[in-house]
């Protein structure tokens, strides 16, 4: 059994930053990638970033490419979300995610390729 705990959202206003962490535990943290997502009223959710189980490569979506920056702690089994120059579109729920596979060569861009997620944290920018 996983457990993923996400914090560090809130209101903010255009421009502005959020730093987003998902402490994770009961699995081997480190063989595994991460996923961000979000999903706004309406919408589905969507893939936001990605980082790999040792942190040597990450994705984004285009819409947050060279705002937002992925990162990991494997030692404190944690992963954040680096959020800056937020716009009001950001606005969203954000879930961590767990990758199906162990030691992924890729990136998954669906929310099926994550089999456990966070209980999600609510980031609403103001325009």
């Known amino acids: 059994q996983v457990q993923l705990v996400e914090s560090g959202g809130g209101l903010v206003q255009a421009g502005g930053s959020l730093r987003l962490s998902c402490a994770a535990s009961?699995?081997?943290?480190?063989?595994?990638?991460m996923g961000w997502f979000r999903q706004a009223p309406g919408k589905e959710r969507e893939f936001v970033a990605a980082?790999?189980?040792?942190?040597?490569?990450?994705s984004y979506a285009d819409s947050v490419k060279g705002r937002f920056t992925i990162s990991r702690d494997n030692a404190k089994k944690t992963v954040y979300l680096q959020m800056n120059s937020l716009k009001a579109e950001d606005t969203a729920v954000y879930y961590c995610a767990v990758d199906r596979a162990m030691f992924s060569g890729t990136y998954s861009y669906s929310p099926l390729g994550y089999d456990y997620w966070g209980q999600g944290t609510q980031v609403t920018v103001s325009s």
């Open positions: 009961g699995r081997t943290f480190s063989s595994y990638t």
């Open positions: 980082i790999r189980w040792d942190g040597e490569g990450t």
